[in-house]
């Protein structure tokens, strides 16, 4: 699933290609992408609109309309945004595409189909999850973290993947910050310590700003991957590397679940 850097990699690629383009037409091949409107409700509501801003709030993108209005999009597992020619081939679960003035396509392709997109009318109350999301994570303070964590039982990997508490932490990043901050994920919130704290406190938006930087890619590679070129596989430490010599002891990395989502740390360098 796309996280928070991914998610924040659209939109700084995208930005330059969608911002001050007018949808002249639209068109939704997978009725169930847009989550609270009759697909040709949503074609109405958008076409002829000029997307003004293209934000992004944890995982979640919203297209800002001239008129007010706004579009939510969320790619969930394996949704992806592309911008392309009007003559390159559609690929393959390709759920919506908007058409621009200058003839250029904003494509959304989605294999798995659990992304959403929400329209909503100026003055119209956001009910696409967002509203509900915690702070992102640079604005975490270390009195908040305390509050929210302090007092829990449940394993510190399981609060960072709790987007009531922070916005934009999935399954990669949780476990590169337990990392960082010498934490075993499986431990509980409730017995952390206050040194322990202010090491989480720090990684976490240190972590997230650094995999934002490591995924910056132009506009080529982007478009040549179809919007998956990630590159952070060289960079972590932990995800994905069970039974791999730890990076910074050389001690075989653990691999566990820790509800129901597969996790990795080191024995030996995580207390």
Known sequence: MPELPEVET??????PYIIGQTITHAKVNLPKVVANLPPETFIKKITGQTITQFTRRGKFLTLHLQSGAFVVVHLRMTGTLTVENPHTVYEKHTNLV????????????????????????????????????????????????????????????????DQHIIAGIGNIYADEICFRAKIRPTRAGNSLTLPELKRLHTQIPTVINEFIQFHHVPFRIYAESKGTSYQNDANLAVYGRAKQPCLQCGQPLVGTRIGQRSSVYCAHCQK
């Open 98 to 161: 908007l058409t621009f003035q200058n003839g250029q396509e904003l494509r959304y392709i989605d294999s798995r189909g659990f992304g959403h997109w929400w329209y909503f009318a100026l003055g119209q109350t956001d009910t696409s999850g967002q509203q509900l999301l915690g702070p992102e994570p640079g604005a975490v303070t270390l009195d908040y973290l305390k509050n929210k964590i302090s007092h829990r039982t449940t394993a510190l990997k399981t609060l960072l993947l």
């Open 10 to 15: 659209v939109r700084t690629v995208l930005s």
